[in-house]
């Protein structure tokens, strides 16, 4: 049976500065290849949890370039595995990594998600909320490396928040994985 824990905020935000503008060695950088930002938004919750998701098709994790999730890489599979994750109460454990829900403008905290989109619907984008100022949201990203970028630095159309409720895990990786996943030794799980 999973348990419900908080995620590590600080841990998230800390892992964004280490590798927001070089690649940590442990996953494959998409960069020119459809984009590296959710890969890179997906370790920066990796750090904050040390908990992936195995389910097949529907999960979130990943071993190497070939074996990973499409919501580990994808923008639009990101957003359904964090979202719909948080309605998961399955024992068998389908419900584990994180979870979180979409909120207005005001409701993010500090390694919290934001998504960009087109007029047209389209969300391309991931970014991690790294800090405030009295203009709004700074932010992490790949692709086009940043760390502390404004957010109104940003050239979109749509964009939706995403606040990160906490994760589930079955115990066996609570926080376990940071210090290796940070310094580039080991996924840690």
Known sequence: ???????????????????????????????????????????????????????????WYYISSDERSAAWTGVEFFYNFITDNADTEDPIGSGLGPFGHEVNAGGLELGDVIQLGREDGDFYHTLLVTGFSRRGYLVAAQSDNAFNRPLNTYNFRRIRYIHIDGYRTDKRYIGACFDKLISGESLGI
């Open 1 to 59: 049976m999973s348990e419900i824990q908080e995620y590590n905020r600080e841990r998230a935000v800390e892992y964004a500065q280490r590798w927001a503008f070089s690649r940590n060695p442990l996953f494959y950088d998409f960069t020119g290849k459809g984009g590296n930002c959710t890969n890179f938004i997906s370790q920066c919750l990796l750090a904050g949890t040390c908990q992936m998701n195995f389910t097949d098709t529907f999960g």
